[in-house]
């Protein structure tokens, strides 16, 4: 199994430019996040989707969109690129816990993107 | 809301050395803590986790003990090694599947 894979792995973009960062995930888990991660605050959560046809937003979900494709795969746009989207962004994916308990998610390797 | 606080970085060490990474949180009702780590150029991985009162987490040497008197989720390990350097984060879970992260320690272990 290869777990929850991220493309791009680097992307370099310009002010106004749009992109997509694709995420799948091959353990057959329900819900599915996208986070960003910046010097000195940690994991910020932009959106998340409980199920399949189902997307919420996060803690920072402005200039971001989302699109659950299918179980497996969960897009993140960029439609108009600023500097302040500069960051490293992470993928996660999880099951409701055994018996109850938590549920551990699983991250990607993460894209770094730049925006000049 | 939600939060963690974790205490800042870097932290630099000694190969054997004792390591300790402090942890609070403050959350409405009764959370899950967590400890993952990220080690270079990889995403995160989940270390340990406690689920209520009292629980200790362990894995690969680590441990960390749920306090909910001091709101506390210490993350510990006795004798450090060079592999274990990374950057460690703590986090919470509530009633939904969201997790809230501390900021991340960076940890570096010189042999």
């Known amino acids: 199994n290869a777990g929850v894979t991220q493309t791009p792995k680097f992307q370099v973009l310009k002010t106004g430019q749009s992109m997509t960062l694709q995420c799948a995930q091959d353990m057959n888990h329900n819900s599915m996040y996208w986070y960003r991660q910046d010097p000195g605050m940690g994991l910020r959560l932009i959106y998340y989707?409980?199920?399949?046809?189902?997307?919420d937003k996060g803690e920072v979900p402005n200039g971001y969109n989302v699109s659950r494709l299918n179980k497996r795969e969960f897009s993140l746009r960029l439609e108009s690129a600023a500097p302040s989207q500069t960051s490293v962004y992470f993928c996660?994916?999880?099951?409701?816990?055994?018996?109850?308990?938590?549920?551990?998610?699983?991250f990607g390797p993460g894209t770094r993107l730049t925006v000049l | 809301g939600n939060s963690v606080t974790q205490m800042e970085g870097p932290v630099t060490l000694s190969e054997e050395a004792f390591l300790t990474i402090n942890c609070t949180y403050t959350a409405t009702g009764y959370p899950s803590l967590f400890w993952y780590v990220q080690y270079p150029g990889e995403g995160l991985q989940l270390l340990l986790k406690?689920?209520?009162?009292?629980d200790k987490g362990s894995n690969k040497g680590f441990e960390a003990t749920y306090r909910k008197e001091t709101t506390s989720f210490h993350l510990e390990k006795g004798s450090v090694q060079v592999s274990d350097s990374a950057v460690y984060f703590c986090a919470l879970s509530s009633n939904d599947y969201k997790l809230s992260f501390g900021a991340g320690t960076t940890v570096t272990v010189r042999a």
């Open positions: 989707s409980a199920s399949e046809g189902t997307t």
């Open positions: 996660a994916s999880s099951d409701p816990g055994l018996a109850g308990g938590p549920p551990e998610q699983f």
């Open positions: 406690a689920t209520k009162a009292d």
